[in-house]
């Protein structure tokens, strides 16, 4: 289990994260969502031990991550844009990890072969960018990791290959009980993977669930009202448009329930519609000047 509490950290006089606390559930894919600028992948890289916190703590399993050797040897991080040593190729960097990490597997990195089809001799800087991401991702689940940590992970790659690794992951949360946690502005494909979503938001969590709770906690409802029918009172309605008399309402609440206060309105015709995390990312931002806004050019 990944904990994170009361975390701060201060770049000349930036408050990048601001008493973030946030927890990853052993086992689970965490998806971790926020605008630009949010501060995602700081709390990533205080998360993977690369930054001493200000202040708060983080830890894994109850024991600090920053400066522990054995909790950093059970985690693979892949970060947005993948460093290794200048003349370094897939193999040099195979001998490199297998030396660090208690866990590497040689015949794991020989079975991943037939799904990443690289040169292991050529450096891997001469690689185009989806190609660094292969070699990545084949070194870091080589390691048989514990806990993997990904910052746009699948960016630069095309649909087959997002699918397979996506499949590898998931694999090693099913068989192994590998905890992920993901960052990623694709919420399409958070979506698919995802079962906890944290949503940051100006250097602190503003809401962390799972994401089937987020989804039975915001309702989306297409309804048609009679002439002069008023919207009941004591709905949170989040957004609405219309269009000439049909309405999209997003309410903040259980499906059902809202459905059942807009009854009262006797509504001509009324849908609960399915909410995508996009659309829960959108709206529950909106507040926090975070919202697509209509501009007339």
């Known amino acids: 289990m990944i904990e994170v509490r009361g975390l701060t950290k201060t770049f000349e006089g930036f408050k990048a994260l601001d008493n973030l606390s ?3 559930p052993r086992g689970s894919v965490y998806g971790l969502v926020g605008p630009n600028g949010s501060g995602k992948s700081t709390i990533i890289r205080h998360i993977t031990g690369i930054y001493r916190p200000d202040a708060g703590s983080v830890e894994v399993d109850g024991e600090p991550i920053y400066e522990n050797t054995r909790n950093k040897g059970r985690m693979a991080y892949i970060p947005d844009d993948v460093f290794y040593f200048m003349q370094a190729s897939i193999r040099d ?5 297998r030396g660090i990490y208690p866990n590497f597997s040689s015949e794991r990195f020989e079975k991943l072969r037939e799904v990443f089809s690289l040169d292991e001799k050529m450096p891997i800087r001469r690689m185009s960018k989806g190609m660094q991401k292969q070699a990545a991702f084949w070194l ?6 514990e806990i993997v940590v990904l910052d746009e992970p ?11 690794i996506w499949s590898i992951i998931m694999s090693d949360v099913s068989e192994r009980g ?18 906890h979503v944290g949503i940051l ?10 994401l089937s709770e987020l989804q039975e906690n915001i309702s989306k409802i297409q309804i048609a009202f009679p ?21 999209l309402l997003i309410v903040r609440g259980e499906p059902q329930a809202v459905m059942a206060k807009l009854q009262e309105a006797q509504p001509l015709f ?4 399915p909410l995508s995390l996009e659309e829960i990312f959108i709206y529950e931002l909106g507040g926090h000047d975070y919202a697509v806004k209509d501009i007339i050019l």
């Open 22 to 24: 946030m927890t990853v």
């Open 93 to 97: 960097m195979m001998r490199y990890y």
């Open 140 to 145: 870091c689940m080589s390691t048989c990791p």
């Open 154 to 164: 699948v960016d630069g790659l095309d649909p087959v290959m997002r699918r397979q």
């Open 178 to 195: 590998t905890t992920v946690l993901v960052s990623s502005h694709n919420l399409r494909e958070l979506e698919d993977v995802c079962d």
């Open 201 to 210: 938001d100006h250097g602190h969590i503003l809401l962390e669930r799972s």
């Open 227 to 247: 002439d002069g029918a008023e919207m009941p009172e004591g709905l949170d309605i989040i957004h609405q448009t219309h269009s000439g008399r049909l309405s």
């Open 270 to 273: 009324a849908d609960a519609l």
